[in-house]
């Protein structure tokens, strides 16, 4: 799960973590009141969308009086952020940030983050702060520092020397600067994090460490430890239709093509969407139901599929193994019933009593085709479908 | 032959009461798996199934002799159950459960390295020597007893639908194993490898990856390098999005790496056939191992 800045920066003030004064505002009311508390200007108004990427897009604005708080808050609030992390259509900002400006005199990043394959968690930082650590990753590696933490052992004292003399830091401020890592790691394990990231961390002209920007996210195994982290959760970043999923307990993720797709597991699913393209034809969305099959998920998932107004046909990838298949092919047929279901429908499923189930399809008057293994169903629904997404079949 | 799990597995089931934990224990019966024991914390001179059940797991090895567990016990209790067979002295815990947090297996993984505990999993689908025994969840009659492939794989399901394919070519397997779809997992790729290429049973080697991580790019290299049985890959997620979870917590392309293409790429390089068709992924088999078949 991810939060908004103006959220991680609540916890990190919490932990003790230097931030910018500042206040969220959801309107261009409170965006004023909050600039007037902070008593002086320039203030930055930083639009808070989930995505990456901000500045470069228009969405972090300085203001130097109320007047131009007044039109830089109704500009923001009214616009869709465009950044290379939210695809065209772009993110609809609907909160701001208000913040104090600051004298900054160096940037850095910094972020923690679990290393998959060293099994351990992983601190990166750099003196090439506020700009992309992608960039400075392929262009000048050498700035950046990496320290992996045993998290049995947890963070000593040398795995921040390692971070600070690793790096081109304003001696005045490293004291400060290996506090910080210790609260910050600190967070990491309480809150159960997927990621930490401030880029940039600046040290302003009287050298104090301050975390400018924030990004934290949440790692959804953990949230059932975490009730508090809820609150946080914003709906209007998430696709409708991946929300309702969630709610029903299914894996969807929106895509572009025409041919919905059902599947149990989420590997095989994958594949199902590679199997559709290989056919000429592009998928609609990837939908995982889980690895076992029941009538209701199948019921729920017909209904997140035919909420998508670009599917023109769907295709159910079941590979049950121990389920019967007749108790499958009742469950699809009851719940494309339940739905209203009007679209062409092609049934691949596997298990025990397979005939049994292929006959009760075939009987139920509904536009429900079988098809005896992957290939074959890729192959009915591409026909069906017309080849490529928008042809006219 | 085989690896890891044979007729001389001993299972102690760990969270035998639930319904999961019940149904795939009579699963595994069926099957012929030698299920000794069962845990459940509190139920201790119970039966289910017609298993014993015991308050702790080391109470369960010291009166039958358990030297394998599956587990099926919530996420959040996880880390625990593992830990606990790894101090009762099991030698392999095979981890059904999904969900567990990240940091939990992190600890885990770090503590394992000093245990003699393997672990298989979490999120996964089990593991198999067809004939022989099933630890897992795993269908066990589309499997075909007697060799000579492995077959190794991130997913469930999708192992099940190779699986069969290869049965319907007539193609025999001596082990199946899923090592999860989790960031964080007990036994690799790498592992799985090392271990077919020592078994004399084992006379090729399927791989089954997907996006995310490098795993199968570390797989690869392996092969080429320490390999003398021949190796098919095949890789899922070929048309998934960059930035978002495909259902399981590890497939996830991040900052461009970790793509089903360079996967491949790095598969085809180190010598590995690759397969990019699921629809033909058990002719193409039948061809790449019939010179071992």
Known sequence: MKIH????????????????????????EEAVSAAEDLGSYPVVLKAQIHAGGRGKGGGVQLARSREEVQSVASSLLSMNLVTHQTGERGQPVNRLLVEQGLDIEQELYLSFLPDR????????????GGVDIEEVARESPERIVTVHVDPLLGMYPYHCRRVAFGLDLLPEARKEFMALLGRMYRIFIDQDCSLLEINPLVITTDKRVIALDAKAAFDDNGLVRHQN????????????LERQASEYGLNYIK?????????????LAMATMDLIKQAGAEPANF?????GASAEMVENGFKILLSDDSVRAVLINIFGGILRCDVLARGVVQAAEQVGLNLPVVVRMEGTNVEEGRRILAESGLDLRTAGDVREAAQQIAAIVGGAPGGNA | MSIYVDENTRVVVQGITGREGRFHTRQCLDYGTAVVAGVTPG??????EGVPVYDTVAGAVEDTGANCSLIFVPPTLAADAVLEAADAGIGLAVTITEGIPVLDMLRVKTHLQSSQLRLIGPNCPGIISPGRSKVGIMPGAIHKPGG????VSRSGTLTYEVVDQLTKQGIGQSTCLGIGGDPVNGTSFLDALEAFERDPETAGVLIVGEIGGDAEERAAEFAAREMHKPVVGFVAGLTAPPGRRMGHAGAVISGGSGTARSKIEALREN???????????????ARAFLGVL
């Open chain 1, 5 to 28: 800045e103006y959220q991680a920066k609540e916890i990190f003030a919490r932990y003790g973590i230097p931030v910018p004064a500042g206040g969220a505002a959801f309107s261009v």
């Open chain 1, 117 to 128: 394959s060293a099994g351990k968690i992983a601190v990166v930082a750099s003196d090439a």
């Open chain 1, 229 to 240: 982290l809820a609150a946080y959760r914003d709906p209007e970043e998430e696709d409708p």
């Open chain 1, 255 to 267: 895509m572009e093509g025409n041919v919905g797709n059902m599947v149990n597991g989420a590997g």
């Open chain 1, 287 to 291: 939908l995982d139901v889980g690895g």
């Open chain 2, 43 to 48: 139920k201790g001179g119970q039966e289910m």
């Open chain 2, 148 to 151: 000579p492939i492995g077959v």
């Open chain 2, 271 to 285: 010598g590995v056939t690759v397969c990019e068709d699921l629809g033909s992924l058990g002719d193409c088999c």
